[in-house]
């Protein structure tokens, strides 16, 4: 069955430290984003890409960094810049089509913690 | 002011009731979304609507375009009903940068 599948589920890492969370999706979506969730906020989009080997930044990027090396993988690095890293990071992903999104997929998400 | 904007924020009902939860937004949208999230996270695409009305199983979704108001309508509500409902919004033009979320309507179906 076709899905997104990101990894892992939790993640625990100290201050200081670098961490990449994983997300492949096999629909053969176009789009690709990640979005971080806090308590009482809307999702927040962080990256977004439409194509491979390009992405742009999105509402809250900053701290974070991305590749899109495949079309199947978008994984994202929460470097030791961010400030507050605790949280649930989801990731989606959309077909494009004379400039409509459709089929919006999304991941099951990976929750981070810093100790 | 946010963009997406639902309502309730918080809803607890009985088993079987009738259950409606409200967004609006204030941009161009090309489609809004009904999105449901579990409380382990993982968020499921129920509606995608750009006019009119959708419906699958008990579940009904309508959007009024003029007035950038779209409603989620449960019937029979049951307990494995009890989740997270977010609006969200694909802006005019297409949203490259893809959807605009509402906070979310917190729904607890009681036995």
């Known amino acids: 069955d076709g899905g997104i599948t990101q990894s892992p589920k939790y993640l625990f890492r100290k201050e200081g430290q670098n961490v990449t969370l994983s997300c492949e999706q096999n629909?053969?979506?176009?789009?690709m984003y990640w979005y971080r969730q806090d308590p009482g906020q809307g999702l927040r989009l962080i990256y977004y890409s439409q194509i491979v080997n390009d992405f742009q930044k999105g509402d809250i990027a900053e701290g974070y960094s991305v590749s899109r090396e495949k079309k199947e993988s978008f994984p994202l690095t929460v470097t030791s810049a961010q400030k507050n890293p605790t949280a649930f990071y989801l990731c989606?992903?959309?077909?494009?089509?004379?400039?409509?999104?459709?089929?919006?997929?999304f991941g099951s998400g990976t929750r981070l913690t810093v100790v | 002011k946010n963009e997406v904007e639902q309502s309730p924020q918080n809803l607890t009902a009985q088993e079987g009731e009738f259950i409606t939860i409200n967004c609006s937004y204030s941009?161009?949208?090309?489609?809004l979304h009904w999105l449901q999230q579990h409380p382990g996270g993982g968020i499921v695409s129920l509606f995608m609507l750009s006019s009119g009305k959708k419906k699958h199983g008990r579940l009904i979704a309508t959007i009024n375009i003029q007035e950038k108001h779209s409603s989620l309508h449960i019937t029979a509500s049951h307990p494995r009903d009890s989740a997270v409902y977010i609006c969200?919004?694909?802006?005019?033009?297409?949203?490259?940068?893809?959807?605009?979320f509402g906070k979310g309507t917190h729904l607890i179906i009681q036995p």
């Open positions: 969200a919004v694909a802006r005019q033009g297409g949203g490259a940068d893809g959807l605009t």
């Open positions: 629909l053969n979506h176009d789009a």
């Open positions: 989606a992903s959309s077909l494009k089509r004379r400039n409509i999104l459709y089929g919006y997929t």
């Open positions: 941009v161009g949208i090309s489609a």
